[in-house]
């Protein structure tokens, strides 16, 4: 049995709470909002992110940060993007030599183009930084429902620590050394289901939902290998696998803001009608600066910054990209005789 303690209650991290408590883990919640703790201490669920998922007496909820790290065996990150790096700049203080931080959260910051795990070592250097990602909506992992995951670590003997942990019959998880394409494939993903959304919101069918998921972990995996991530990690769970289930699914909030957008609304409507955080959006802009950086073209990712944030038509950015100049779908493969 290990001492976790989990800092987030959001969706996601309530669910690994409940998930690591199912696994006979002392289990501690921190949140930084006294109301939310409130609640979930009283009711033992979170109405709003996590209904009907029943929260044990024995998980510890608390708004002292202190309280929620220190003496654990290891620590869940499990704020939403935007907010990772002042939250690990906060933890520091009670963060001890070697205590293990997993960040399951995804995006990557604007201005430095770091991804989440860069951002926690900045912060807190003396912490082992891993990453748990996959295609895992909170909202099936609270319902029990089969799910499986990759922890990426520096080390075998952390991966597999955390591996241990983590698995149990609903819940399988795999290792790998590639911290960089695991978080890579897991942020900017977010950015192509917005555009799958998009579609969506269109009144587009299966066909350009497929076409877009396709072409989108192309663009994903020539930017990740171009940065030293590598091509198993994109052709795995959390590259296509993670892709897949953010476009299609009704659990997705990119995919819906996606949507929302499609039919006509603004981003920042759209974003306040999902009423969580859409990191998509948050990592749009960093996704086109380090295609633009690595110089690795990313169409999808372009249009989705030009309607985001410019006021393109989603129309007209279909249109070119449907009407883009032709290309071969694999340029490196021989032809066996020219013709």
């Known amino acids: 049995?290990?001492?976790v303690g989990v800092l987030g209650a959001g969706s996601w991290g309530t669910a690994l709470s409940v998930l690591l408590h199912d696994n006979g883990h002392q289990v501690t919640i921190w949140s930084i909002d006294a109301k939310e703790v409130a609640m979930l201490?009283?009711?033992?669920?979170?109405?709003?992110?996590l209904p009907n998922v029943a929260i044990s007496k024995e998980i510890e909820i608390t708004n002292d940060m202190r309280e929620a790290i220190e003496g654990k065996d290891f620590l869940v990150l499990a704020v939403p993007s935007p907010y990772t790096r002042q939250t690990a700049r906060n933890m520091k203080q009670f963060v001890t030599d070697g205590q293990i931080i997993v960040d399951v959260a995804k995006g990557i910051e604007e201005d430095s183009l770091l991804t989440l795990s860069m951002q926690i070592e900045e912060e807190i250097p003396q912490a082992d930084v891993a990453v748990l990602s996959g295609p895992s909506h909170a909202e099936e992992v609270g319902r029990k429902l089969p799910t499986t995951c990759v922890v990426g670590a520096k080390s075998r003997k952390t991966a597999e620590y955390l591996q241990k942990a983590f698995i149990s019959k609903v819940f399988r998880v795999y290792t790998s050394p590639d911290i960089l394409g695991i978080e890579l494939g897991g942020s900017l993903k977010n950015v192509i289901a917005l555009a799958a959304g998009i579609a969506d919101g269109l009144g587009y069918g299966d066909n350009t939902k497929a076409a877009l998921i396709t072409r989108g972990i192309a663009e994903i995996a020539r930017l990740?290998?171009?940065?030293?991530?590598?091509?198993?990690t994109f052709t795995g769970l959390t590259g296509i696998g993670d892709l897949i289930v953010t476009c299609a699914s009704v659990h997705s909030r990119n995919r819906k803001a996606g949507y929302l957008i499609?039919?006509?609304k603004s981003m920042q409507e759209a974003m306040d009608e999902v009423k969580m955080v859409v990191e998509g959006v948050y990592s749009a802009k960093a996704a086109k600066k380090?295609?633009?950086?690595y110089q690795v073209p990313m169409p999808i990712v372009e249009q989705v910054n030009a309607v985001l944030f410019e006021g393109?038509?989603?129309k007209v950015a279909v249109d070119e990209l449907m009407q883009r100049e032709s290309k071969s779908e694999s340029a490196s493969l021989p032809w066996g005789k020219d013709s």
């Open 224 to 232: 990740g290998v171009k940065m030293g991530g590598h091509i198993e």
């Open 262 to 264: 499609g039919q006509g």
């Open 1 to 3: 049995m290990a001492k």
């Open 41 to 49: 201490s009283e009711k033992r669920e979170h109405l709003t992110k």
């Open 290 to 293: 380090l295609s633009e950086k």
């Open 312 to 314: 393109k038509d989603p």
